[in-house]
C-alpha cells in the first residue's frame, strides 16, 4: 500500500496527517516518523484531498468550530480492535466513558483490560476519541501522546462543550 502524509502545526504540537487511498489511516504525535507507517512508499503530498479535509477539519476543532468528523477514515487494526475504535467514536463530544463501559458496549464486559490496550493502539487519535476514556474512578490513564496532552484535550472539549 502507498502512503502519503502532511502535517498539522496544532497547540498541540507537529501532527503528522497519515493518508492511503482508502482514507486517514493515522494522526501521528511529533517526532512520530510516517515511514512507521510501512507500505510499499511514503511521500510528502500536501495538495492530497483526503489531507487537506482531514487537515481542515482538525484545524476547526482546535479552533472550537467542529465537534465530528466526516473525514473517510482507514485505521489499520484486528476486528477487535476495530470494534473498539468504533465504539469511542459513539462517545459524545465534551463527555467521557470509562474502559469498562467501552468493554460492556461491545458486549465484551470482561475485556477491560483488552480495551484498554485496543484503546493504546488507536492509530487515529482525536478523530477517534481514545482521549475521551477514562480510569472508572475518573483519573486520567494512559494516553499515546501523554497524560498532559490528554488534559488538554479533555479541557479544550469541556470549555466549548458547555
Known amino acids: 500500500m502507498n502512503y502519503v502524509y502532511r502535517t498539522l ?36 503530498d500536501v495538495r492530497n484531498p ?15 468550530r467542529r465537534r465530528r468528523f466526516t473525514v473517510k477514515l482507514d485505521p489499520s487494526g484486528t476486528e477487535f480492535q476495530n470494534q473498539v475504535w468504533n465504539a469511542l467514536r459513539t462517545i459524545p463530544f465534551g463527555e467521557t466513558r470509562s474502559y469498562s463501559q467501552i468493554a460492556q458496549q461491545i458486549g465484551r464486559g470482561n475485556a477491560v483490560r483488552a480495551v484498554g490496550a485496543a484503546n493504546g493502539r488507536n492509530p487515529l487519535p482525536i478523530i477517534v476519541p481514545c482521549h475521551r476514556v477514562i480510569g472508572a474512578n475518573g483519573t486520567l490513564t494512559g ?20
Open 9 to 44: 502545526n496544532s497547540p498541540l504540537g507537529i501532527l503528522t496527517l497519515v493518508g492511503s487511498e482508502r482514507g486517514l489511516a493515522a494522526i501521528l504525535w511529533e517526532g512520530e516518523d510516517p515511514a512507521c507507517r510501512g507500505g510499499d512508499s511514503i511521500r510528502e
Open 50 to 64: 483526503l489531507l487537506r479535509q482531514a487537515h481542515q477539519e482538525l484545524t476547526e476543532y482546535f479552533a472550537g
Open 143 to 162: 494516553f499515546a501522546g501523554g497524560l498532559t496532552i490528554k488534559a488538554q484535550l479533555l479541557a479544550l472539549e469541556r470549555v466549548r462543550a458547555g
